[in-house]
């Protein structure tokens, strides 16, 4: 129950939702030319960008086209290598750093000659930034390819990066179309909103990711929390843990695509690590008991989660039936039978048969087996020597049976 799969997460966090160095350098550059000197630069080029603006490419293309453009782009990027977009990136990078510094010599040693080329260097520095920002998503989505992260969230991503690659390609067309500063800014302002949303929506995919695994950590920390309960272990201090856990990823939720979500996953990954380290003193204390012979009785595990009905029957050393609804079981082989904030916790041991309707949370240690009608899962371990099978979902009825005669 390591959760290793968090640091390269943080860091595709962190990539996705830092401030990148050249975002000042669109507000840099449009003031480089002052607004006297932009009217003159416009009246000198006016007859120059009149013919080209007639003789210009129509860059727009139909929803049918850009879709298949669009599946095109996802199929390159989920073929990229982190170290050929890196080297790609820094290229692009190293070029853009040139541009800019010539830019800026320019700017104060020319200000008064070649007006007519002052529209065309601003140009070119904002179609350099795209390239860069090109093969900057081009390096995020080679590191994506080498994460951890589930199937569908890559593909997601890389349909997102690949729709905004289109964009900005678009946008090149229309920075080498635009015939005076005030079209050139109103472009500039376009990719602003767009590499806003991007940066925003990327955050959004990760994080959700992030708290889908906490929370299937936290279901795997309660089963083992059951299997204690069920072998009469004293779990109060683990309970304690499971709440604020509980509170903490009710808060990463609530924190999702935002910058403060950084913060609280350190927080919930430190009461995780606790919870754990407390769980492994429990089990040292107890050693022998889970998975083993216990009490003379066969020693198999059967797990549930089940909203419906169900019913249980063997020879059992520990069994824990907790939740919401109905439950008969013979009175001889309960052990304790309470009720904590509105849900009913009953331990149980010896040959029995019980059976219930609604909403509960199942363990069964030994051998027998264990019917279900409804809506859940369950896992299994059928002997000792066997390990823990995973989560089968469950829909419909299932029938499982578990333990070995020796």
């Given at each position: 129950?390591?959760?290793?799969?968090?640091?390269?997460?943080?860091?595709?966090?962190?990539?996705?939702?830092?401030?990148?160095?050249?975002?000042?350098?669109?507000?840099?550059?449009?003031?480089?030319?002052?607004?006297?000197?932009?009217?003159?630069?416009d009246e000198c080029a006016s007859e120059v960008f009149k013919n080209f603006k007639e003789n210009s490419t129509d860059v727009r293309r139909d929803l049918k086209d850009v879709r298949k453009d669009?599946?095109?782009?996802?199929?390159?990027?989920?073929?990229?290598?982190?170290?050929?977009?890196?080297?790609?990136?820094?290229?692009?990078?190293?070029?853009?750093?040139?541009?800019?510094?010539?830019?800026?010599?320019?700017?104060?040693?020319?200000?008064?000659?070649?007006?007519?080329?002052?529209?065309?260097?601003?140009?070119?520095?904002?179609?350099?930034?795209?390239?860069?920002?090109?093969?900057?998503?081009?390096?995020?989505?080679a590191g994506v390819n080498g994460l951890s992260l589930a199937s569908d969230v890559k593909e997601k991503i890389a349909e997102r990066l690949a729709e905004t690659f289109e964009k900005l390609e678009e946008f090149k067309s229309k920075i080498n179309e635009s015939d005076s500063p005030e079209d050139l800014s109103g472009v500039v302002a376009e990719i602003r909103k767009v590499w806003r949303d991007l940066r925003y929506e990327l955050r959004a995919s990760v994080h959700s990711y992030a708290v889908e695994k906490f929370r299937h950590l936290y279901e795997r920390l309660e089963q083992v929390r059951d299997r204690l309960e069920a072998q009469g272990v004293d779990t109060s201090e683990l309970d304690e843990m499971l709440s604020d856990i509980?509170?903490?990823?009710?808060?990463?939720?609530?924190?999702?695509?935002?910058?403060?979500?950084?913060?609280?996953?350190?927080?919930?990954?430190?009461?995780?690590?606790?919870?754990?380290?407390?769980?492994?003193?429990?089990?040292?204390?107890?050693?022998?008991?889970?998975?083993?012979?216990?009490?003379?009785?066969?020693?198999?595990?059967?797990?549930?989660?089940?909203?419906?009905?169900?019913?249980?029957?063997?020879?059992?050393?520990?069994v824990l039936i907790k939740g919401e609804g109905n439950v008969t079981l013979p009175e001889e082989n309960i052990v304790t039978k309470v009720e904590r904030d509105g849900e009913l916790h009953i331990v149980a041991r010896g040959q029995l048969t019980a059976s219930g309707d609604g909403e509960f949370r199942i363990i069964a240690i030994g051998k027998g087996t264990l019917d279900l009608s409804g809506e859940g899962y369950y896992r299994v371990k059928p002997s000792p020597k066997e390990p823990m099978g995973n989560e089968t979902e469950l829909s419909g009825t299932e029938s499982v049976q578990f333990g070995v005669i020796e």
């Amino acid at each position: 129950m390591r959760v290793v799969w968090l640091v390269p997460l943080l860091l595709l966090c962190i990539a996705a939702s830092a401030a990148q160095p050249w975002s000042e350098g669109l507000d840099d550059a449009k003031n480089v030319i002052s607004d006297s000197e932009a009217d003159k630069v416009d009246e000198c080029a006016s007859e120059v960008f009149k013919n080209f603006k007639e003789n210009s490419t129509d860059v727009r293309r139909d929803l049918k086209d850009v879709r298949k453009d669009i599946e095109g782009r996802v199929k390159e990027f989920q073929k990229l290598k982190r170290g050929e977009a890196n080297e790609e990136w820094e290229k692009a990078r190293e070029e853009y750093s040139e541009v800019s510094k010539n830019m800026s010599e320019w700017a104060k040693e020319r200000a008064g000659e070649m007006k007519e080329r002052a529209f065309e260097i601003r140009k070119q520095y904002y179609l350099t930034w795209i390239v860069m920002v090109e093969k900057w998503i081009e390096k995020l989505q080679a590191g994506v390819n080498g994460l951890s992260l589930a199937s569908d969230v890559k593909e997601k991503i890389a349909e997102r990066l690949a729709e905004t690659f289109e964009k900005l390609e678009e946008f090149k067309s229309k920075i080498n179309e635009s015939d005076s500063p005030e079209d050139l800014s109103g472009v500039v302002a376009e990719i602003r909103k767009v590499w806003r949303d991007l940066r925003y929506e990327l955050r959004a995919s990760v994080h959700s990711y992030a708290v889908e695994k906490f929370r299937h950590l936290y279901e795997r920390l309660e089963q083992v929390r059951d299997r204690l309960e069920a072998q009469g272990v004293d779990t109060s201090e683990l309970d304690e843990m499971l709440s604020d856990i509980n509170d903490t990823i009710e808060d990463l939720e609530e924190a999702v695509g935002t910058l403060e979500f950084e913060d609280k996953i350190k927080e919930a990954r430190d009461l995780f690590a606790e919870a754990f380290e407390k769980v492994k003193e429990i089990v040292r204390e107890r050693e022998g008991i889970l998975g083993a012979k216990v009490l003379g009785y066969e020693s198999g595990i059967a797990y549930a989660k089940v909203k419906g009905s169900f019913m249980l029957s063997g020879n059992f050393s520990h069994v824990l039936i907790k939740g919401e609804g109905n439950v008969t079981l013979p009175e001889e082989n309960i052990v304790t039978k309470v009720e904590r904030d509105g849900e009913l916790h009953i331990v149980a041991r010896g040959q029995l048969t019980a059976s219930g309707d609604g909403e509960f949370r199942i363990i069964a240690i030994g051998k027998g087996t264990l019917d279900l009608s409804g809506e859940g899962y369950y896992r299994v371990k059928p002997s000792p020597k066997e390990p823990m099978g995973n989560e089968t979902e469950l829909s419909g009825t299932e029938s499982v049976q578990f333990g070995v005669i020796e």
